[in-house]
């Protein structure tokens, strides 16, 4: 057992070591120590390990997500290892079960745990009386997120030795099989020149995609006029898998788009995005206030659901053969990829709830497995938002909002360049 000072990091789903309000907090603890010992601090501040364990409550990840959180894993292990410091993975435990697990070798004295990136830290609005509407919610913000945090110097904060403990990995006690299919899908997802995010998933291609969207191309100033696009990289920011698995900070991006508004002027492009990190913050707060509600098949509004269980016709809209060219080649790209657009989202969705007439949790949870980026919390929102049983106004008094699938393809996709590239 070591004699060491040990502070232990746990990253609860963060994987990332830019803006972590915790990490700093982990580096005072342990240089402080070194401190309160006498000693001399660049030589003998307490130790940091890094815990990556599952969340509390963390959904079970499908397989492109599954792939971009294991380059994010790695990357920051080889950087963590730089460092000398070690990240320990169990994805099927949380940190406590991991702490008792890993209670024979070492039993840190401080336990830190990062929290979900957001662009406020507290409730930015009472919670009692949050409001269930977006625009009330951005019109009664009166405060701005706070900077983002730069790295912290780890240096002397590595070194414990855990015999046999480097960059250990949990066996996983899941259908090795069944894991194995999922990854298969996952690897095709990555190769598939069609895809709209052939990126990696950890911190440094998270902040490099920041870089050239804000800063480097024209991508954020055209971001209002492009962001209904449906094929390609550039007509969205694809920022969301980064920040589905906390491999870049909300407030880093929030305060890109500060940094090139002053450069460049407050814009249409980039005041959208800051309206649409936004939207992210507020799905996010009404998932916290609301709890199990929010996802209930009646939703925030506990409305009665006339949704028909027909599960033939589910199984069949799963593999992408509903019978609507337009939406079979939306799913196609969805299960390959595991990436798809806001508006492909929105048709896939208004299709199923409208026209198939399924349940939209059903749906959702479909989604929730495929989506690259996929949040419980957003995708949640959108899917009882578009069911009517959510957010939007116009649906608390009348029925949910319906998208006219051959308007929107004469409007979004013309030459029908989506659906000849997925069908
Ligand atoms: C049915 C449905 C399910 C969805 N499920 C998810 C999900 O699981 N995870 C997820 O991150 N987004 C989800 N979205 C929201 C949105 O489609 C994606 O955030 C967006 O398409 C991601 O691509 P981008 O990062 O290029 O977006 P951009 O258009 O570049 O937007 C920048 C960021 O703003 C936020 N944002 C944009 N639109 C929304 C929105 N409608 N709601 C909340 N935040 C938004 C995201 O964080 C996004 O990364 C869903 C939307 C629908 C209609």
Redesign the pocket.
Known sequence: MSESFVVALALEGQLRLDDQPALHQAVAVARQQGASQGQDLSLVPGKLIVLACRPQGQHLRGPHQRRLAAQALASLQTRLAAESIPLLHFPQHNTAAALQLLAPLVQPQVVLHCRESRLFDDWPLARESFPRVFAEFRRGLGQAPKPPLPLPDLGGLGGLRLEGAWGWREPTGIDAAAEAAGDSAGERGATDPRS??PFAGDEASGLARLSH?CLESDGLHQ?KEH?NGLVGTE??????????LGSLS?RR?WQTVLDYQALHGADEGSEW?KQ??L?????LWTAQRHGASFGAPGGLQNRRSDAIEDRELFERWCRGRCGHPLIDAQLNELRTTG????RG??W??SHFINELRLPWTW??RF??WW?I???????????A??AGVGNDPRSFNGPPRRFDLERQVRLYDPDQMHRRRWS
């Open positions: 709209a995010f969207y971001y962001r007509f969205s920011s694809k920022f969301s898998p980064y920040l589905a909300v991006i995005m649409e990190l939207w992210r913050e507020f799905f990436y798809l657009s806001n989202r929105q896939v969705a749906g959702a989604f929730e989506l980026d996929a949040q419980p919390a957003l995708n949640t929102g959108n899917w938002y578009l």
